[in-house]
């Protein structure tokens, strides 16, 4: 079983906002990284840590955290960010990595 | 631009001994965690273990038994072993590197994956 819990699905109307959310004692201590994946492709790292969006993710997305839940936000969702989302970071212990059981955003 | 380009065994009877390589081109390879993580079919992504450039590795603990992670330096590659396999571990195994901080630790390039099937 994850130490990181997601929703396992998530939908959003074409141009509307959404957060995704993550919980988990861990992220008390760490940072999230979020990343999508398409299907049958391996998964994109879209952002991580307070405030980091790798190059290339447009700004649309975007993380946040609080106490024990990390979420990404993404403003004006398009289609084509209809994916699974996983969530990671290090367990309480920091000596491994644990993932989120993923979402799945569908865009309407 | 980095690259992390897989290799291995694609099917596997019960028993036998799983083994991965990835080469890692273009980037430094020291100062990063290099993962392994996998994802059987239709399920999530689940991590298997990381090691770093002087060969310091750590794994999930669930896998701990079965798993070795290895490092050769000089061809910039790490590899994956794990042993006694059942059909429980067919899954798409994926190569990464770890970006590793004080409160940050994120999985910035991926390998393409690679599908191995355990069927007797």
């Known amino acids: 079983s994850s130490e990181l819990t997601q929703d396992p699905a998530v939908s959003v109307a074409l141009g509307q906002a959404v957060r995704v959310t993550c919980q988990g004692d861990?992220?008390?201590?760490?940072?999230a990284s979020w990343y999508q994946q398409k299907p049958g492709q391996a998964p994109v790292l879209v952002f991580y840590g307070e405030k980091n969006r790798p190059s290339g993710i447009p700004d649309r997305f975007s993380g946040s955290s609080s106490g024990n839940t990390a979420s990404l936000t993404i403003t004006g969702a398009q289609a084509e960010d209809e994916a699974d989302y996983y969530c990671?970071?290090?367990?309480?212990?920091?000596?491994?990595?644990?993932f989120g059981g993923g979402t799945k955003l569908t865009v309407l | 631009q980095v690259q992390l380009q897989q290799w291995g065994a694609g099917l596997l009877k019960p028993s036998e001994t799983l083994s991965l390589t990835c080469a890692v081109n273009g980037g430094s390879f020291s100062g990063y965690y290099w993962s392994w993580i996998r994802q059987p079919p239709g399920k999530g992504l689940e991590w298997v273990g990381e090691?770093?450039?002087?060969?310091?590795?750590n794994y999930n603990p669930s896998l701990k038994s079965r798993v070795t992670i290895s490092v050769d330096t000089s061809k910039h590659q790490f590899s994956l072993r794990l042993s006694s396999v059942t059909a429980a571990d067919t899954a798409v195994y994926y190569c990464a590197r770890g970006l590793r901080g004080v409160v940050v630790t994120t999985l910035d390039y991926w390998g393409q994956g690679t599908l191995a099937t355990v069927s007797s």
């Open positions: 990671n970071s290090r367990d309480s212990s920091g000596n491994h990595l644990v």
């Open positions: 090691i770093n450039h002087s060969g310091i590795s």
């Open positions: 861990s992220l008390r201590k760490y940072y």
